[in-house]
C-alpha cells in the first residue's frame, strides 16, 4: 500500500508543479484519504500533501480551507516551516496580525535563514502599528 501512497503523492506533486491544480488537489485528497486508511505514510509527505493543497486552495482564496489545510500539515510535522508560513500569510491578508506574527516567528524558529518569513514578520509588524496610530491606541 505505501508504494501505492507513494505513486499518488508523486503524481500530485507533479500534477502541482505542472500547474494542473484540480488534477492536484483530487491526487491530494486521495493520497491524504489514503494514507488515513492505511495508516502507514510518512508525516512527512502526509504534511507536504496537506501544505501543497492548501496552496491550491490559498490560490482560489478559499482562505477558511486553506487555513485547515495548513494547520493539518503542522499537526503532521510540527518541524515543517512552510505551513507556518503560508498560514502567517493567510493571517496577514484577512488583518489578523498576532497570529500572523506567531506563524512567522514559528517559521524562522524552524528556520532562521527564512527571507521571506523576516519579510513577512517585519510587514507585519509595520502594519499593525500603522493601524493602531489610526486608531489612536
Do not use: W
Not at 501505492?4 to 486521495?30: P, R, V
Not at 524562522?108 to 535563514?113: C, G, R
Amino acid at each position: 500500500m505505501e508504494n501505492d501512497d507513494t505513486k499518488i503523492l508523486e503524481c500530485a506533486h507533479s500534477e502541482f508543479d505542472k500547474q494542473n491544480y484540480q488534477q492536484a488537489e483530487d491526487l491530494y485528497t486521495k493520497f491524504i484519504t489514503s494514507c488515513f486508511q492505511s495508516r502507514d505514510c510518512e508525516a512527512i509527505g502526509l504534511a507536504s500533501a496537506y501544505n501543497n493543497r492548501g496552496q491550491i486552495k490559498y490560490l482560489r482564496v478559499d482562505f477558511h480551507e486553506a487555513v485547515e489545510d495548513y494547520t493539518s500539515a503542522i499537526e503532521q510535522d510540527s518541524r515543517f516551516e512552510i505551513p507556518y508560513y503560508n498560514r502567517g500569510l493567510i493571517h496577514y491578508r484577512l488583518g489578523f496580525f498576532d497570529e500572523a506574527k506567531s506563524d512567522f516567528q514559528q517559521a524562522l524558529k524552524l528556520n532562521p535563514d527564512f527571507e521571506n518569513a523576516k519579510m513577512s514578520l517585519q510587514q507585519t509588524i509595520v502594519d499593525q502599528q500603522h493601524k493602531l496610530d489610526r486608531r489612536g491606541y
